[in-house]
Every structure is written in structure tokens, then in C-alpha cells.
Nanobody, 127 residues
Framework: QVQLVESGGGLVQSGGSLRLSCTAS????????MGWFRQAPGKEREGVSV????????FYGDSVKDRFTISGDNAANTVYLQMDNLKPEDTGVYYC????????????????????WGQGTQVTVSS
């Protein structure tokens, strides 16, 4: 069974930085995209950033563009999320997820299109 393990969450003041890591193991399929999603209390899970492996193209949600940077190590099945200039509205549980295929029309930042998920790591930004 696929395992996705996130780390790096924590408490930080507004304007600060955190770096999240996620490593996937026991993969039996080729990963198409791997990335990050978050969920704040009372809100739906939203796409933060994903990395498409075949061309290393990156995708970002509008609220994190120019503040967050995703990177990856394909050989290690690992993705990172560097989060700078954090804001209180970035608070939430951050989940790592993978999708195994790219065919068909789909929202690459849509949480509902991802197939395996980590347990999540809490990020709290104080004002």
C-alpha cells in the first residue's frame, strides 16, 4: 500500500517561512503529478501546488503564487514546498497527494482528482 509521509509543519509568525517535505513509498504505478493541498477548519480542501513529473512543470493556487515554491526529487519520490511570507490565512493541515495518470480533462489542482494521500501536517501562522 502506498505511503506518503509529510514533515515540516509547525507554528510560525506571520511573514515567516516553513519548508514541507513529502516522501512516497511502496509505489506500484508511475506518478504523473505529486503535490500539496491544504484544508482549513470549516473549509474545503484546496490545491496549493503540484509538480508534473514528465516536464517538471509547476502549478500554484492563486493565493500562494510568488510566495510558495514546489520542487522535487523524482528518484527519491519526494516533493518539497518552500513557504515564504506566510500569512495567517495559510493556516491549515497540509496534505501531500499523488495522481497516476494525465489523460482526460481534469483540474490539476483539484483535490478530487488525486488518488493517494498522506496523513497531513499542521501549519499554523500567527498574526
Amino acid at each position: 500500500q502506498v505511503q506518503l509521509v509529510e514533515s515540516g509543519g509547525g507554528l510560525v509568525q506571520s511573514g515567516g517561512s516553513l519548508r514541507l517535505s513529502c516522501t512516497a513509498s511502496k509505489l506500484s504505478l508511475i506518478v504523473y503529478t505529486m503535490g500539496w493541498f491544504r484544508q482549513a477548519p470549516g473549509k474545503e480542501r484546496e490545491g496549493v501546488s503540484v509538480l508534473r513529473r514528465e516536464d517538471s512543470k509547476t502549478f500554484y493556487g492563486d493565493s500562494v503564487k510568488d510566495r510558495f515554491t514546489i520542487s522535487g526529487d523524482n528518484a527519491a519520490n519526494t516533493v518539497y514546498l518552500q513557504m515564504d511570507n506566510l500569512k495567517p490565512e495559510d493556516t491549515g493541515v497540509y496534505y501531500c497527494a499523488v495522481r497516476y495518470h494525465g489523460y482526460g480533462g481534469f483540474n490539476i489542482l483539484g483535490a478530487g482528482t488525486y488518488e493517494d494521500w498522506g496523513q497531513g501536517t499542521q501549519v499554523t501562522v500567527s498574526s
